[in-house]
């Protein structure tokens, strides 16, 4: 099995299974059982019909991330996820039905969403209309040199397949997780998006003790923080002179000062290879954004 094949097949089922999560059952057969056979094809794909209704599903559910050109917001692009022919489509429905452990996208079974069988074809076939063939951006940039550098720069605070830091989130499925665009604006500081367990806060003790790190957890009377030494640190807030919230991240700014275009990208297309694939060929790393 082609093993970009089978990342896109990934790629795309949790994508799916995130959006779909959310859905009201419209009544038009049921929910498709766990344990329900499933076709071995999509038996809508290429039905003009059920384009046109899978484009409502995504327009209502997909599109704030995806774009309504399903380009990518926050959300990866969906155009690249069929690059080749021979997609298994039953593997596909099965996985977005069940949703993919260990990411942002849960399940349709589990969620309970109540969508039907056939609403799920309807978008898989929507989805599979606006495919490319041969992607621009994997074109772009020189994914070995975007190693070294996001090794050098980046690796001190976020993990990729087990290595590294853990100031920030980690990354080993980040390009199955967030678009081209949206990776780039967090690199050069222009995004304010924060992931939630990695909000800055910096705390002064009673005894004039600074910390800065993220916040993990937070109630009433105490908080837990994650230092800029990786401590993980709890304090009761009765005990702090001060406890102020920020709103710009913990991760700097790489503007072209400090990376030139050419360099990012190649990071973002080292980025765009990180999908959680292990040697057998599944993805079971956790999905992440940067800070």
């Given at each position: 099995m082609n093993r970009a094949w089978f990342a896109a097949t990934i790629v795309f089922a949790s994508i799916v299974t995130g959006h779909l999560a959310h859905a009201q059952a419209r009544g038009r057969g049921g929910?498709?059982?766990?344990?329900?056979?499933?076709?071995?094809?999509?038996?809508?794909?290429?039905?003009?019909?059920?384009?046109?209704?899978?484009?409502?599903?995504?327009?209502?559910?997909?599109?704030?991330?995806?774009?309504?050109?399903?380009?990518?917001?926050?959300?990866p692009d969906l155009t690249e996820l069929w690059p080749s022919a021979g997609v298994n489509d039953r593997a596909l429905f099965q996985t977005v039905q069940r949703g993919v452990p260990g990411t942002e996208m849960p399940g349709f079974a589990a969620?309970?969403?109540?969508?039907?069988?056939?609403?799920?074809?309807?978008?898989?076939?929507?989805?599979?209309?606006?495919?490319?063939?041969?992607?621009?951006?994997n074109s772009i940039g020189?994914?070995?040199q975007g190693e070294t550098l996001f090794k050098r720069n980046c690796s001190g605070c976020h993990i990729v397949n087990?290595?590294?830091?853990?100031?920030?989130?980690?990354?080993?499925?980040?390009?199955?997780?967030?678009s081209r665009a949206a990776l780039a604006a967090k690199?050069?500081?222009?995004?304010?998006?924060?992931?939630?367990?990695?909000?800055?806060?910096?705390?002064?003790?009673?005894?004039?003790?600074?910390?800065?790190?993220?916040?993990?957890?937070?109630d009433s009377f105490s908080i837990q923080v994650m230092d800029m030494r990786e401590r993980i640190q709890g304090y009761l807030k009765a005990n702090l002179s001060s406890l102020v919230h920020e709103?710009?991240?913990?991760?700097?700014?790489?503007?072209?000062?400090?990376?030139?275009?050419?360099?990012?990208?190649?990071?973002?297309?080292?980025?765009?290879?990180?999908?959680?694939?292990?040697?057998?060929?599944?993805?079971?790393?956790?999905?992440?954004?940067p800070r």
């Open positions: 929910v498709a059982s766990a344990g329900a056979p499933v076709a071995a094809n999509n038996p809508l794909d290429g039905n003009a019909e059920a384009i046109l209704s899978g484009k409502g599903h995504y327009g209502a559910r997909c599109a704030a991330c995806h774009g309504t050109d399903a380009h990518g917001v926050t959300g969620a309970g969403a109540g969508l039907t069988e056939r609403e799920i074809w309807e978008t898989l076939s929507y989805v599979r209309s606006l495919a490319t063939v041969s992607p621009v951006a020189d994914a070995s087990g290595a590294g830091g853990q100031l920030g989130p980690d990354l080993s499925r980040i390009g199955a997780a967030r690199i050069r500081g222009t995004s304010s998006s924060i992931r939630a367990g990695y909000e800055p806060v910096t705390l002064v003790t009673r005894e004039g003790e600074r910390i800065r790190g993220a916040r993990k957890n937070e709103s710009q991240s913990l991760m700097p700014a790489y503007g072209a000062d400090r990376i030139n275009d050419r360099a990012l990208e190649d990071v973002l297309r080292y980025l765009g290879t990180l999908r959680g694939v292990t040697a057998r060929g599944a993805g079971a790393s956790q999905a992440e954004e």
